[in-house]
């Protein structure tokens, strides 16, 4: 019994009907507490590490599909120049 009430006076208290909510209710706040000290015990967050691109990859990313298939054309063209396949490269490949 809580200090200073007497008997009587606890006797003639009314009946909290909502006690169990208003429980429930302190036992949530609490846990947010709770949760809030772990959190700021925890360690800070670390600062990420940005990857580098490759040089060209800007150009790269300017490319359409006309420029990509003109490069590789290019390399087929080299291809077929570098193993002396001249004018029948083409329609081997095909």
Do not use: Y
């Not at 909502?18 to 302190?26: G, M, T």
């Amino acid at each position: 019994m809580p200090q200073g009430l007497t008997v009587e006076a606890f006797l003639t208290l009314q009946e909290d009907t909502a006690i169990d909510a208003e429980i429930a209710e302190k036992e949530r706040e609490l846990e947010a507490v709770k949760q809030a000290d772990q959190i700021k015990s925890r360690a800070g967050l670390s600062e990420l590490a940005l990857p580098t691109f490759p040089v060209g990859f800007v150009g790269l990313l300017g490319k359409t599909i006309e420029g990509i298939a003109e490069d590789a054309e290019h390399c087929i063209a080299n291809q077929i120049e570098t193993h002396a396949m001249h004018e029948r490269g083409e329609p081997w490949l095909s």
